[in-house]
């Protein structure tokens, strides 16, 4: 693989469901990050990791959970999906001396009914 | 706040056509500004990143600008294509909190 893969391509999901949206790299970029994007609205930030091992919350944390155990994947999590979550997600990485050059995966476009 | 703001929202050229797209920013520390095109269905793909100290940078047909005086860029987009047809998205990186900020995109249709 070359890049960012992200799985599944979409989803429809009933609310209430535990879902996880997968994401790999093979850059070997120690920052990745996610972000939800919504029509009229710019991407927004969920979570970031700056290297394995660690996590931060970004702009709309909530209802959503990453891990990073190492330095190729970085899940996201939405424990229990509500429909205010419906939005496609996408999935970045970056090099640690260039956090702004952000690469981005294809998307998840996850409906929650 | 900082904020990112794109205009217009979406716009319909045909062919061979030129435009431009507008980018104003509230942004503060500036560090740089970046167009980003995102076909249907796609991640973003950067274009072009600008500096503090550039004006004009150009990718092909793409060609932004940027007046840091008045926080605004432009990118201009020369003999449309209809491979064209995408969203642009403004994003401007400030390294005071390593955090960028998006605009919400410019639709833009390239018609036969």
């Known amino acids: 693989i070359a890049g960012i893969t992200q799985a599944p391509t979409s989803q429809i999901l009933a609310a209430g469901r535990r879902m996880t949206l997968r994401c790999t790299q093979d850059m070997r970029h120690n920052a990745m990050y996610w972000y939800r994007q919504d029509l009229g609205l710019g991407l927004r930030l969920i979570h970031y990791?700056?290297?394995?091992?660690?996590?931060g919350k970004g702009e709309v944390p909530d209802g959503y959970s990453v891990s990073r155990a190492n330095t190729d994947d970085f899940p996201l999590t939405l424990a229990s999906a509500v429909p205010s979550q419906t939005s496609v997600y996408f999935c970045?990485?970056?090099?640690?001396?260039?956090?702004?050059?952000?690469?981005f995966g294809p998307g998840t476009r996850l409906t929650v009914l | 706040k900082n904020q990112v703001e794109q205009s217009p929202q979406s716009l319909i050229i045909l062919e061979g056509k030129n435009c431009t797209l507008q980018c104003n920013y509230t942004v503060s520390p500036f560090s740089n500004l970046r167009w980003y095109k995102q076909d249907t269905g796609r991640g973003p793909v950067s274009l072009t990143i600008m500096t503090f100290s550039e004006n004009t940078k150009s990718n092909g047909r793409y060609t932004a600008t940027l007046d840091a005086d008045t926080k605004q860029s432009s990118l201009h987009i020369t003999a449309s294509q209809l491979s064209d047809s995408a969203s642009y998205i403004c994003v401007v990186w400030t390294a005071a909190g390593n955090k960028l900020t998006f605009g919400g995109g410019t639709r833009v249709l390239v018609k036969p």
């Open positions: 970045a990485s970056s090099d640690s001396n260039r956090l702004n050059e952000q690469f």
């Open positions: 990791s700056n290297t394995a091992g660690t996590t």
